[in-house]
Structures are given as structure tokens and as C-alpha cells.
Nanobody
């Protein structure tokens, strides 16, 4: 199983970025996939998840600004981020597990995932 993120970069507050995660070894349409992030000096935290039934969860901090989606044919996960804030700065990771349903609570989801990407850096600064 391999997960490869891309699309990170540096933007000003209010800017936008779209992250991608190409997954091999797991069929995304039958799996739970998610985005997490880790700010400098802080623990990794959940951002959003989507499962085989297209049930989507978002962390409160990103609701209304981030959109998780997937392209099942290309087996690629996306995270569209708009109106970015300095507190969105961090390393963003995609995660996957072949179980078709995601945890019902993002806050306790980290231990659920067995496969992680290497991360892509997002910096929001003026």
C-alpha cells in the first residue's frame, strides 16, 4: 500500500490550495480515507474523512472552508481548501484503511488507520 500526497505550498491568508493523494494497493471506493494535519509543535489532528458510502466528516475548524472528495477511477483523494488561515499551517497527511466504514468520530480516528502518506507542507502566511 502506498499513499503519495501532493499540492502543498505557501499561500497568503484567504488563499486556496487543493491537495491530492494518490493511493495504490487499496481500492478507494471500498475503503475509509481521510486527511490529517500536524502543526509545528502540536499533535496530529483530524481534518476530514470519507468512506465507501460517501459519508463525510469534517473537523469543526475546517467546516465550510475545506472539501474532501475522491476520484475512484483514479484512486485519488482530494482536499480543496479555501479561505485559508495561518492556523491551517502544517504538514497534511492522507490516511487509508481497507475497512469500508470510517470511525464515527474524527477525534478518535487516528489509531484506526494503518496506512499513511509522507505528508505535504501547507504554509499560510502574509
Amino acid at each position: 500500500v502506498q499513499l503519495v500526497e501532493s499540492g502543498g505550498g505557501s499561500v497568503q491568508p484567504g488563499g486556496s490550495l487543493t491537495l491530492s493523494c494518490t493511493i495504490s494497493g487499496i481500492t478507494m471506493s471500498n475503503a475509509c480515507v481521510a486527511w490529517f494535519r500536524q502543526a509545528p509543535g502540536k499533535e496530529r489532528e483530524e481534518v476530514a474523512s470519507i468512506d465507501s458510502d460517501k459519508t463525510i466528516l469534517y473537523a469543526e475548524a475546517v467546516k465550510g472552508r475545506f472539501t474532501i472528495s475522491r476520484h475512484t477511477t483514479a484512486n485519488t483523494l482530494f482536499l480543496q481548501m479555501v479561505n485559508l488561515k495561518p492556523e491551517d499551517t502544517g504538514t497534511y497527511y492522507c490516511a487509508a484503511d481497507p475497512f469500508p466504514m470510517c470511525p464515527s468520530r474524527l477525534e478518535t480516528a487516528q489509531s484506526f488507520f494503518n496506512h499513511w502518506g509522507q505528508g505535504t507542507q501547507v504554509t499560510v502566511s502574509s
